[in-house]
């Protein structure tokens, strides 16, 4: 009897990945896609390709007009200029302006996204991938810091900078002048309510124009982001031998650009505090993705009150920990850098109180 396994299709080109025991599985039609978000999750592969997933998704590229992701009816549940949020019986299903559709079963912790190119797949997928995990590793004690992590001597250090202000660029610049500082994130290492700091590597984004001269061809790539620039990426393997273990946070540093000379200076605990309200418990520029995150009524209270209870508790805890400086970067990273490194080496600061 002929065999009919010529009629099964192929399996989809897929990964796994474990962040912290969050289990996620992404598949699809798009090799490439696929093959990216490999090389941006590259530290998080995970060691047991068998292992039941806490999230899935299916990437899918296609013309808006033949998407079959689901059907609403009523008025969204959130919408903003970019997109649109409608929920129905725990499944949301987002549109977004440009014609990509993302749908997600809160219970199942199952999605799908449908873009028209390539490029917009992986964005959505990649923040999707993040603020689905944020969300879980803040149930387990977790929590993401907009900032740059760095430790040197078993200590930990956080630079909270606006998005936008040269994260990318100082950690490079401290990447180039010293061996001894090793890297926890650049834009959102993990911290606990033990006043520690865990790593969470991803690909550094920097801008086209920034000096990579340092950096191996094979390790960098293009991307361009839906209503943004385009931006250069530098795989997280590049820096595999300078990431860290988890460390006790010792200093916390507001950084700030403008024509002012570099250098740094001693502040209180409060105003470390005041910022970690803004970088971590509201989370000002960590990709949550609100057409997730957000809601109305009860219920959206309920999940995200605990949350944002647990990240402040966390950011008093940091605060009261830690060693806080007001830190001027002046008018280069390379200025910037050699600054915050001599503060890293002084380890005798004034206890600045709380």
């Known amino acids: 009897m002929a065999s009919d396994t010529g009629s099964i299709p192929p399996p989809l080109p897929e990964i796994r990945l474990d962040f912290y ?45 033949i998407s079959r992701l689901g059907s609403t009816s009523g008025l969204p549940v959130f919408k903003t200029r970019g997109f649109a949020a409608y929920e129905r019986h725990g499944q949301r299903l987002v549109r977004y302006s440009d014609g990509s559709e993302a749908s997600f079963d809160f219970k199942m912790g199952a999605g799908r996204i449908r873009a028209q190119t390539p490029e917009r797949a992986r964005e959505l997928a990649y923040l999707a991938i993040l603020s689905r995990v944020g969300e879980a590793l803040d149930r387990r004690g977790l929590h993401r810091v907009h900032a740059l992590g760095l430790e040197q001597g078993g200590r930990a250090a956080l630079v909270l900078l606006p998005s936008g202000s040269g994260k990318s660029s100082l950690a490079l610049e401290i ?17 606990c309510a033990h006043g520690l700091v865990h790593p969470f590597p991803l690909r550094w984004s920097l801008r086209p124009d920034a000096d990579l001269s340092a950096v191996p061809e094979n390790f960098i790539r293009r991307f ?26 010792r200093r916390i540093f507001l950084g700030r650009r403008g024509g002012r000379p570099a250098k740094a200076a001693p502040v209180s605990s409060w105003r470390a505090f005041a910022s970690l309200m803004d970088n971590l418990v509201i989370g000002r520029g960590l990709p ?11 219920g959206a209270l309920r999940r995200l009150a605990p949350i944002a209870l647990a990240r402040a508790r966390t950011a008093r805890v940091l605060a009261r920990k830690s060693l806080a400086y007001r830190l001027d970067l002046g008018a280069s990273p390379a200025e910037g850098a050699k600054i915050l490194l001599n503060c890293l080496e002084d380890d005798n600061g004034p206890e600045t109180g709380f």
């Open 175 to 191: 990447f180039r002048q010293s061996s001894a500082v090793r890297f926890l994130s650049e834009d959102s290492p993990l911290v």
């Open 21 to 65: 025991g969050v289990g996620v599985r992404i598949a699809g039609s798009c090799p490439g896609v696929i093959g990216d978000l490999r090389r941006d999750f590259s530290w998080f592969a995970a060691s047991n390709q068998a292992s039941t997933p806490n999230f899935f998704w299916l990437l899918e590229i296609g013309p808006k007009e």
């Open 224 to 249: 361009q982001r839906e209503g943004y620039g385009a931006k250069r990426l530098i795989d997280a393997e590049f820096f595999h031998g300078r990431i860290a273990e988890a460390a006790p946070l």
């Open 288 to 298: 949550q993705m609100a057409e997730y995150m957000a809601g109305v009524g009860p």
